[in-house]
């Protein structure tokens, strides 16, 4: 059965786009048939594997504006790297809003256009822009299960809080079957006592404490610098801590069924 | 003349929350009477002042909604430090952008309401959140100014040029007296390649060199552990770096007319 991980956090800046990559990356690399759906009108995912498309492109746009059936596997990039598809964005998917704002089930677009490609992968990776819009709502409603990148600074631990209010009500209303595969920190900084602190909170305080992953994403400068050369950084730097840490938390979410 | 300043950029993460809360309060310690005005529904700056507020509050919500007039006056907070003033936001802030969508000038809620107690301040440093939304829009339609916080890192940089073309939108449609007073570099690690052929880029690219504070906001964490005491970092540390750059910056802001 596909998994379908929508990975969000409002906050901004907390590697919800490193994430969807690099975690791509890494379990493609173990063999897994991985499909990364870029649903932020940055096309931040699209940019950092080197595959910007132009205006006359196909990309999500087209595939949540229906405009045809059956689109969908049209709209899929192969990447250089043998299991790793992708479905670009462009800017235009931020017209998407405004222009989905009276449609008849807005939300269910993108499952609308996904769904009958879907079982051709393992894994589906969705990245997301940093707000609660009717794009990530269409991510939410589409998911089997939402991924939260949370770096260890207090804006973002302090987020998390309004987070959990709006996936209460995305369950309630949206999706009831979206489950939290759980919380990942980002950005750790074994040097900084802001980082620790809040490494430390996620590890104790309700109910952060039972998602956190085990896995802990350090704070790591080859992650930037493979995104300058368009390549994830498991495929850039093996021995990186990027690498590890991302081939790390690969190998969690294959143990770790979501909750 | 009051100088009406909007810290924005869609990309997430790059401090835009840092820069209006820390050159505000540097700009306060300099003697300017400051007002911060949080328009991010994620109300960090708020939050990082500690001056988080309940439901029953008046915040910035209140005054896009513009219930009654003349209520601005009332949703002022003095804050612990003399000259630096903040109208505070709220959660309920993410309702506006649906609530707000039919209704008569609704880009100019926010300058409506603001525009009657704006000659008290020097200046006014207004947050928005990582999006392109109404709310950010109602900004650059009250502004004066436009500061553009840029991490030198690949992503930031890429963003900039999307960035632009929304800007020369805003101008034509909305607010053709906008200037842009600069870009600030953030984030800076001299240690780190991918920082520095950011910062590079930056000095060397057209039309960005032109717009380049010299002043550089290095990579600090004292501004990471200023916000989780809630405290500006002129306030906090006065040595630390984050303290250094954000006086070198408000003494730049203060040399320099928007273009
Ligand atoms: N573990 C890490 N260590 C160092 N840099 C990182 C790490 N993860 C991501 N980055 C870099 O930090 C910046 C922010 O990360 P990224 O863009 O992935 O966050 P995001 O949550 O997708 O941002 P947005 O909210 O704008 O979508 C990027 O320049 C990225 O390359
Ligand atoms: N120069 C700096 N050095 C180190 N950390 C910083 C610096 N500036 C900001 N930070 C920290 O980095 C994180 C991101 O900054 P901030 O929240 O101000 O960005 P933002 O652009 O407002 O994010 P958002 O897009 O979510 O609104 C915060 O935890 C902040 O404390
Ligand atoms: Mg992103
Ligand atoms: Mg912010």
Same mark, same amino acid.
């Given at each position: 059965?596909t998994?379908?991980?929508a990975?969000?956090n ?8 490193a994430?969807?990559?690099?975690l ?6 173990k ?9 932020? *009108?940055? &096309?931040?995912?699209?940019? $950092?594997?080197?595959? #910007?498309?132009? /205006? =006359?492109a196909?990309?999500?746009?087209h @595939? ?17 790297w043998?299991?790793l598809h992708?479905? *670009?964005? &462009?800017?235009?998917?931020? $017209?998407?809003?405004? #222009?989905?704002? /009276? =449609?008849e089930?807005?939300?269910?677009k @993108? ?7 879907a ?52 369950k309630e ?16 900084d ?11 909170k ?25 995104s ?16 590890v ?13 979501a909750?």
């Open positions: 059965k998994r379908i991980i990975v969000a409002e906050k901004g800046g907390v590697g919800k786009t994430m969807v990559i690099n791509g990356a890494a379990l493609s690399q063999g897994y048939q991985t499909l990364l759906v870029d649903m932020d *009108p940055q &096309h931040n995912t699209t940019s $950092g594997l080197g595959a #910007e498309v132009d /205006d =006359a196909l990309s999500v746009y @595939l949540i504006k229906a405009e045809q059936d059956g689109q969908a596997a049209a709209a899929v990039l192969k990447t250089k043998e299991k992708l479905i *670009p964005a &462009h800017i235009d998917l931020a $017209g998407a809003e405004i #222009e989905l704002i /009276d =449609a089930g807005r939300e269910n @993108l499952k609308q256009a996904l769904m009958p490609l079982d051709q992968y393992d894994f589906i990776l969705v990245d997301t822009p940093p707000s609660l819009s009717l794009l990530t709502v269409n991510v939410f409603a589409f998911a089997t299960e939402l991924l939260v990148p949370c770096q260890t600074q207090p804006y973002a631990f302090r987020a998390l809080t309004d987070l959990f209010d709006t996936i209460d009500t995305v209303e949206i999706n009831p079957d979206l489950r939290i595969t759980g919380i990942v920190a980002t950005f750790f074994q040097q900084t006592i802001v980082s620790r602190d809040i490494l430390e996620l590890k104790s305080v309700a109910p952060y404490r039972d998602l956190l992953f085990k896995t802990v994403i350090r704070s790591n400068t080859t992650i930037a610098a493979s300058a050369v368009c390549k994830p950084v498991v495929f850039y730097r093996r021995g990186s801590h990027g690498a840490d991302y081939t790390a938390l690969a190998e969690e979410m294959l143990n770790r069924p909750l």
